[in-house]
């Protein structure tokens, strides 16, 4: 089925658990079943260009994991390809990293609880980077590929006019199967959108 991946802004003097909380109820108020737990994770890389040639900009590769594809590594470069490889991946990037280097103070994840609500799935996150709290990642599926309106409705029932549009990653689909490079894509907007705002202040959820 399709997904949607998306932030919900903090509640206006709450914190980002308090908030993770307050959506939580309004699942279980619907309904919703808790389905254990999920993460998907993010290291970024620059691309050895940026390291030895000065005022160049190098590419940034991203290296992606999600505990619903255990067997999977992604890797994105940023409008660009995304590559699915095996969970060996990882120590192939050891032994890339002349070309490629890892950026450690720049991992970031999402992790929290799934929730079922009839045919939709609901993963709740809780993105940090270190040891802080630095946003809120909602992923919804729904059953089938054509779906996008029972989505956005279905997800208008707890996030209010916080519910996002159709991700820009359809835009350029034309109609073809979903896949979970899609969703990997959209977890990679929301975490590069996350950095960025560290500095700027968002207005919160009432």
């Known amino acids: 089925g399709c997904r949607s991946v998306s932030q ?6 709450k914190s980002v658990q308090q908030t993770v909380e307050l959506l939580a109820r309004r699942l279980e108020a619907l309904g919703a079943d808790k389905q254990g737990t999920f993460g998907v994770d993010c290291e970024t890389y620059h691309t050895a260009a940026a390291l030895g040639t000065q005022g160049q900009t190098g590419k940034l590769m991203y290296v992606m994991h999600n505990s619903e594809y255990p067997l999977s590594c992604f890797a994105l470069f940023e409008n660009g390809p995304c590559l699915v490889a095996d969970a060996n991946f990882d120590t192939l990037m050891v032994k890339l990293k002349g070309f490629f280097q890892n950026a450690k103070a720049n991992k ?3 992790r929290g609880t799934r ?3 009839c045919d939709f799935l609901v993963k709740l996150g809780t ?3 270190g040891p802080s709290a630095r946003g809120i990642s909602v992923e919804v599926r729904a059953p089938g590929e054509s779906c996008w309106n029972l989505l956005m409705e279905f997800m208008q029932s707890f996030m209010g006019s916080h519910t996002p549009g159709i991700p820009a990653v359809f835009g350029s689909k ?3 199967a979903y896949s ?3 969703t990997m894509v959209q977890y990679m907007e929301l975490f590069n959108k996350i950095r960025k705002q560290q500095q700027v202040p968002v207005a919160g959820i009432r």
């Open 127 to 129: 993105v940090t980077m």
């Open 108 to 110: 970031i994840e999402s």
């Open 174 to 176: 034309h109609d073809s």
């Open 8 to 13: 919900v802004p903090v509640a206006e003097g």
């Open 180 to 182: 979970p490079g899609d």
């Open 115 to 117: 929730y079922q609500y």
